[in-house]
Structure formats: structure tokens, C-alpha cells
């Protein structure tokens, strides 16, 4: 819950000229519901994405507050967020809610990038495996192998969110391996090679590079760091390593 209207197409606007041609790899903006049509507008000349912070699963009707996934594709947006940790822990979303928020998209144009992670009490306990097979499992339940390779999975430690801290680029890996591994064991081998998981956690351009280097680890999912021109400096580091 970041950036008005006005200051989301004043940053948009200026990240156009540095980074709005990238054609090496995606770059999407996940601006609040207010601002998406704007943010839509801006990028609309440039290769840069625009993607939802969260969606309903219901077409339209009686649910006051929520968006729907015609909402947002007709305002260009392709990309949707859902199961951040944020949206399970502070407004109580079910591994069940979250799976038939999936189930509606993939039926869409949308593409959504579904979180996952645990929690410090979680990763304390030695649990962070059996947390992350847990939603991802009940994530895809009732879902053709298809539309499962239409999903964007993002890890996202919740104990290193907004918190300054980071997991390590082996901690990270390891997650990102065993969510690969499990991807094979549930869909075969194709579908988890071909499939971008993402790192959550509050990236920064001191920790992006180690991060990114991994082999399993495919991208981030940028908190804090996509509020200021930190955000380019993480765009080029990407470039620069894919080159």
C-alpha cells in the first residue's frame, strides 16, 4: 500500500527511459489497484508489464471491496499476485481461497504468480519444507499439469520480509531447489525445469547479485527495493548477468 495515483505514474514515467526497452527479461509493475489503470497507460509504449497486487475468484456480484480478474484484463494487466504472505497472515486467506483464486485465472489471460513461504516459527522448528509442500500442494489441487505450467511461483520467506533480513543465497536455493524437486515429483521434469521461481525477501542491490546467481533462483519478487531507483540498479544487475 504504496504510491498514490499521481506519485505511481510520476516513478513509472521515470523508469521508462531506463529500463522500459529491457528485452533480456521481464520487468512487471505491481502498482495498488488505483493506480493500474494509469501505470497501464504509461508502459503501454514500452516492453514493461503491469501486474495486480491480488484478485477475487468470483466473475462479479455482491462482494464489496474485491476486484475480478475482467477487471483487471481489461485494463492490460497481465500479471497477478495472489497468496502474498501479507494477504494470508494479516487478512486471513486460506490455502483454500488461494487455490480458487488460481483456479479463475488460469482459465484467464492473466498469469499469476502465486507466493509461498513460511514463517521464523516455521523455520525454527524445521518445518519450512513441509510449510511450502503444504501450499503448493493445495495451491494446484483440482489443476490440469497446463494450467499448472502457467504459474509463476515466487518464495518468500515471511521472516525476511520487510525485516531487513535476507536468506542467505544457500538458504534460498535450497527452498528453490526442493520447490523444483517437488514440481517434478508432482508434474514431471519438463514442467519444473520450465517453470520461474521467483525469490521474495527483501531484495536489495547488495544482495541481488548472490542471489540471482543461483541456479534454481530465476528472479525476485521485489518489496521495498521497487519503491526508489533501487529498482533499476536491480534491472541492471539482471542484465548484466544474463549477458
Not at 502465486?114 to 514463517?119: A, D, F, H, R
Not at 540471482?212 to 529498482?231: H, N, Q, R, Y
Amino acid at each position: 500500500m504504496n504510491k498514490t495515483n499521481t506519485q505511481a505514474a510520476q516513478f513509472t514515467s521515470g523508469l521508462i527511459g531506463r529500463i522500459g526497452n529491457e528485452s533480456k527479461f521481464e520487468i512487471i509493475l505491481c502498482p495498488p489497484y488505483t493506480a493500474l489503470e494509469r501505470v497501464s497507460d504509461i508502459v503501454s509504449s514500452s516492453k514493461i508489464k503491469v501486474g495486480a497486487q491480488n484478485v477475487f475468484y468470483e466473475e462479479k456480484g455482491a462482494f464489496t471491496g474485491e476486484i475480478s480478474t475482467e477487471m483487471l484484463t481489461n485494463l492490460n494487466v497481465r500479471y497477478v499476485i495472489i497468496g502474498h504472505s501479507e494477504r494470508r497472515h494479516i487478512f486471513g486467506e486460506t490455502d483454500e481461497m488461494i487455490n480458487k483464486k488460481l483456479k479463475k485465472i488460469v482459465k484467464t489471460s492473466l498469469t499469476p504468480i502465486l507466493c509461498v513461504g513460511e514463517k521464523l516459527e516455521d523455520r525454527e522448528k524445521g518445518l519450512t519444507f513441509n510449510v511450502v509442500e503444504r501450499q503448493i500442494k493445495e495451491a494446484f489441487f483440482g489443476l490440469t499439469p497446463e494450467e499448472v505450467s502457467r504459474v509463476v511461483i515466487a518464495y518468500e520467506p515471511v521472516w525476511a520480509i520487510g525485516t531487513g533480513k535476507v536468506a542467505t543465497p544457500e538458504q534460498a536455493q535450497e527452498v528453490h531447489e526442493y520447490i523444483r524437486n517437488l514440481l517434478k515429483d508432482l508434474f514431471g521434469e519438463s514442467l519444473a525445469e520450465g517453470m520461474t521461481i521467483l525469490y521474495g525477501g527483501s531484495i536489495k542491490a547488495n544482495n541481488f547479485l548472490g542471489l540471482f546467481l543461483k541456479p534454481d533462483i530465476d528472479g525476485g519478487l521485489v518489496g521495498g527495493a521497487s519503491l526508489t531507483e533501487e529498482f533499476i540498479e536491480l534491472a541492471e544487475i539482471m542484465r548484466q548477468v544474463i549477458e
